[in-house]
Structure formats: C-alpha cells, structure tokens
C-alpha cells in the first residue's frame, strides 16, 4: 500500500511539472519519455489486478492529467499515436464508467486529443470509443463537465469525418439525446424561479450540444431523416438565444438550419415548415454579428427558391430594404448571401415594383469596386442585374448605364481562367446586349 502511494506522489509530481509546458521543463519531460512511461502506468492500471482499487483510481487521476498537460508540447501528438493512446483511455473509460470523477479526467484528455488530426481518424473509426461517448450522454445528463467534453469530442470528430457521424445516427439514436439534452439545459437556463445567474457551464454544454447537432445535420442521411420535434427545439432555442443575446448559441442553431436547408427536396420536413423558419430566421437579420448575419442570409437564399417564401419576405416591412443595404458592406460573403437572396425574389416582375430605388446603383458600385477578383461575387451580381434590367420595371440611370458598361467590357478583355470564360463572360454578353445602342433599354429582349 505504501509503494501504492509513494508512486501516487511521484506520478502526481510529475504531473505538476508537466504544467509547465511554456518553458523547458515540460519539453525536457517529453524528451526523457515521459509520455510512454505515463502510458505504461495507465496500462497496468488498467490490467494488473494487484493495484488496489484506491490506489489505482488515484493514479489513473495523476497520470490522465499529467498526459493533459503533455499535450500541449508540440511533439506529444506523433508519440499519442505511435503508442495507440486513445484505445487505452477507452479501456480505462469502460472500467471505470462508474466513476465520474476518472470519466471526467478520461474525457479532458481525449478532449485535448480531439483538436489532433490524426486523434480525429483514430476515433472516427473506434465504434467501440463512439458508443460509451454517446452512452456518458445519456447516462450524465446532470453533470455539465461531463457532457461539456462528450459534445466537444464527438463534434470535433464528425466535423471531419462522416462515418461516426452516421454510425452514432444509425445505432445510437444520438439525435434524440441531443435533443433531450438541449431542452434540459434551456430549460435551466431560462428557468425564472431562481435568483441565481444562468450558470456558465450549462451555457457552455447548450452550445457544444448544438454544435454536435449541427456537425451532425451536414450529412444528408441524418439531415432528410429530422423530426417535427427538431425543427421545433432548433426554433426554440434560437429565439431564446436571441432574447438571452446568446450569440454563439443562435451561430450554432442558424448552422444546422443552414447545413439542412441543402436537402429541402419536395415532402422533406425542413420544406414543410418553411413559413414557420422564414419568419423566424427574419428577426436575425438586425442582429449586430455578421456571422449570424450570414447564416440567415444563407438559409433564405435556400428557402427563397419557393414563391411563397419570397412572398413572405416581400411582405415584411423592412426586408428588401435591409438586404439591399448589404449589398453596400464590406463582407463580400454576406454581400454574396444577400445577392442570392435577391436573385430568387426578383425571378419574375411580379415583385418588382416593391424594389428599392438605389439596388440598381448598388449592384452597379458593387461590380465597380470589386475588380476582377471574386468570380462567385461578380457572377451573382451579374445575375441579378439581368432579372432587374431584363424585366423592366426598374431602369438604370445613363450614369449607371455608362459605368456598367465599362465594367463590362473590361470583363470581356480581361484574361481570367476557365471558371471566369464559363461564369461570368455569358452573363457579361447578355447584359452588354441589352444595354447596346442598337436595342432599347425598354424594348422586349429576346433571351
């Protein structure tokens, strides 16, 4: 029992010193092998019946955390794979499943390993690592630390990879634990009869679970299969995070309605409720973060191929308005998200007249300051100056006819690639044509 303790203390020194990792001695520590011989502990923590079961939870606690702290030495992550760490964690992980405070020291690590590539394609393929991740989900709905480390491993590994993404959907029901899990911890979050202050860390388990949420909605097979129950829950938080100013939170849920608005096929649920998400993603535009910004942008420039979408946003009082103010920022990605949009409300003339005055003049600064560099920016810009000028119900100024033509006609000069001759020179003939003396501006325009 003495030995038992006496290499507790030393193993908890070790650990200690290995907090240093932003001078010499943590890189002397990785040096003099102190990764494989934490690992050799760990194993024979996991496998030599005679370590008492005290002693052995102690050390597993000392040698989990002063591998933690190894890891930020830039040389741990060759030597982590090279002595195949993640599958002794796992064993440790499935020993001691009933101990949170060595699942909690288990799941800090293999957080830390998370942020590793090589870690991320291990795990990707451990079914059996994947299975008790999900199952301390669901068997730790109450202890944040835990379910904090479980959405940020499983999210950073089916951020990169979909197989476990689609192994945890088909065999672990981890959508329904999410979703149970994120109307847990809103509920506590918005809960009123407590005076206390919304706890960080449940704040920190929402936005990780939503994040898991989303990462997982990128894959078509988890995207097409969503319930009624999650476009609802992905609404709800959505509107509590913007009433809350939860600003990371309303980031994650605008991305899973983003990454499932690409599978909108006719009869999927998303489509079916896309009266409810058009006027919910609208509050979002007069956020003051243009990551959110973005997000909204993109899923209505999905949503807005539907004509009683674009009626909607027609509708609403400021909206035309607002995106056609975009079009005068600076973020080319949000001004790109706000064309799209305008392209699909301007198809036909039906909507025209509700226009604002100055998208002409916007369009036509925008081609002019862009240059020649953002080939997916001018393209859609050039599209839809075509639906507007084509229809007729707007008409250019000779200013704007003059400055549009020049930038034209550099474009026709312009040497570009392949994409630019594919992308941009067919839209740039059909509009020089249709401003060319030769045809009217206000002439039907065979097309």
């Keep these: 029992a003495e030995e038992g303790q006496a290499m507790v203390y030393c193993i908890g020194a070790s650990k200690v010193l ?14 003099y092998g102190a990764i494989q011989a934490l690992h050799r502990h760990l194993v024979s923590c996991n496998t030599d019946p005679g370590i008492p079961g005290e002693v052995s939870k102690a050390l597993l606690v000392q040698i989990l955390g002063g591998l933690r702290n190894l890891c930020d030495i830039p040389a741990t992550e060759a030597v982590l794979e090279e002595v195949d760490m993640s599958r002794d964690i796992h064993v440790t992980l499935v020993k001691y499943f009933g101990d949170s405070e060595v699942v909690l020291t288990c799941c800090r690590l293999l957080s830390r390993m998370s942020l590793f590539g090589g870690f991320c394609q291990t795990l990707s393929t451990d079914e059996g690592c ?16 835990l379910l904090l480390r479980s959405c940020f491993i499983l999210g950073n590994v089916v951020a990169r990879y979909p197989e476990p993404a689609l192994f945890l959907h088909r065999n672990g029901l981890i959508v329904d634990s999410l979703l149970s899990l994120c109307k847990e911890y809103k509920g506590k979050l918005a809960d009123k009869t407590t005076k206390d202050k919304p706890s960080a860390a449940n704040k920190d388990v929402l936005c990780k679970a939503v994040r898991l949420l989303t990462n997982l909605l990128q894959y078509e097979e988890i995207a097409v299969s969503v319930s009624p129950q999650l476009i609802k829950c992905l609404v709800s938080l959505g509107e509590y995070s913007l009433r809350a100013s939860l600003h990371e939170i309303s980031l994650n849920v605008l991305c899973g309605l983003n990454n499932m608005s690409y599978y909108n096929g006719e009869g999927s649920i998303f489509l079916k409720h896309r009266t409810v998400l058009t006027e919910f993603l609208l509050r979002f535009l007069t956020v003051a973060d243009v990551h959110v910004n973005i997000e909204t942008l993109g899923v209505l420039g999905n949503l807005s191929q539907h004509s009683d979408v674009v009626q909607l946003l027609v509708d609403h009082k400021h909206f035309l308005t607002l995106v056609t103010t975009i079009l005068e920022g600076e973020n080319a990605d949000m001004v790109y998200k706000a064309c ?9 003339s039906e909507h025209h007249q509700h226009l604002p005055d100055t998208l002409l003049s916007n369009c036509v600064k925008l081609l002019r300051d862009v240059g020649t560099a953002d080939t997916e920016l001018i393209t859609v810009t050039l599209y839809l100056l075509w639906n507007i000028l084509s229809l007729k119900v707007l008409k250019a100024t000779e200013d704007e006819r003059e400055v549009l033509s020049e930038v034209l006609s550099g474009y026709l000069h312009f040497e570009g690639g392949e994409v630019w001759r594919e992308q941009v020179l067919p839209p740039t003939r059909n509009l020089l044509s249709l401003l060319s003396p030769s045809d009217s501006l206000y002439e039907p325009l065979e097309f």
Excluded: E, F
Excluded at 131 to 144: A, E, F, G, Q, V
Excluded at 340 to 348: A, E, I, K, P, Y
């Design 340 to 348: 799209g949009v305008l392209v699909n409300v301007t198809r036909t």
């Design 18 to 31: 290995s907090a240093n990792t932003d001078n010499a001695i943590g890189d002397l520590l990785g040096q």
């Design 130 to 145: 994947l299975r008790t991740l999900l199952k301390i989900i669901d068997s730790y709905p109450h202890d944040s630390q």
